[in-house]
């Protein structure tokens, strides 16, 4: 078994779940979410403006870390790498898919749900998992749960996250970090209001800074 690679590290602990459907949009996003705080992004393959929106900010914006989302099969770890990404999550996880992030040396954080399926990706060598869909396993209250008997493992949760709730989850000593869709909302990637995410970066930097102080 090979070690995963760890994460680059982010300067905030929040993480933008995006779906890019026109891949114009994805320099002037990068750009407007560092300019509000954010140097990490998630790029999902949902949409297949996404291999190429990754290509266009890794080339383009080199202070944004730019990685791919929704990564749920084996071929696409080659083709997320290709394209330049620096890291990789996915909802689940199969022995297969860890195999092939590790092989290509891939920073990977493997979603989970159960305890049983911590344990194994913490057998295959994982200590962050993204906890997926975090909301609907049973949010804060999982995650305390799961600080029990699994304390040595970290977590992302990603799924109903929120500005109203951002900060409780960041507080819980075994989440790293939280990811969600609310900073880029569909209608203003379309309307191309690059003025208004940069304004939700900016306040998911403050609730973030303010429960790390907390
Ligand atoms: C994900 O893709 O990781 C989640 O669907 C994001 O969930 P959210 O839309 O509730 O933030």
């Known amino acids: 078994m090979t070690t995963p690679v760890a994460l680059p590290a982010f300067t905030t602990r929040v993480l933008p779940v995006i779906v890019i459907t026109d891949v114009a949009q994805a320099v002037p996003l990068a750009e407007a979410l560092l300019a509000g705080g954010i140097d990490a992004m998630e790029i999902t393959l949902r949409h297949v403006a996404g291999l190429p929106a990754i290509e266009a900010v890794a080339r383009a914006v080199p202070d944004m870390r730019v990685g791919a989302g929704t990564v749920t099969k084996v071929h696409e770890v080659e083709q997320v790498c290709n394209a330049g990404a620096g890291f990789a999550l996915s909802p689940g996880f199969t022995p297969e898919l860890l195999d092939a992030v590790q092989a290509a040396s891939l920073p990977f954080v493997p979603g ?17 998992m993204k906890l997926f869909p975090a909301e609907q396993a049973g949010g804060i209250g999982m995650l305390r749960a799961l600080a029990g008997p699994l304390g040595d493992v970290r977590f992302c949760p990603t799924g109903g996250v929120s500005p109203a709730n951002l900060a409780d989850f960041l507080k819980q000593p075994n989440v790293a970090m939280v990811g969600g869709s609310w900073l880029t909302p569909l209608e203003a990637l379309q309307a191309r209001d690059w003025g208004r995410i940069t304004a939700l970066a900016r306040q998911a930097c403050e609730l973030a800074a303010s429960a790390t102080a907390a």
């Open 112 to 128: 989970v749900m159960t305890p049983g399926e911590v344990m194994r990706a913490r057998e295959l060598g994982f200590g962050l």
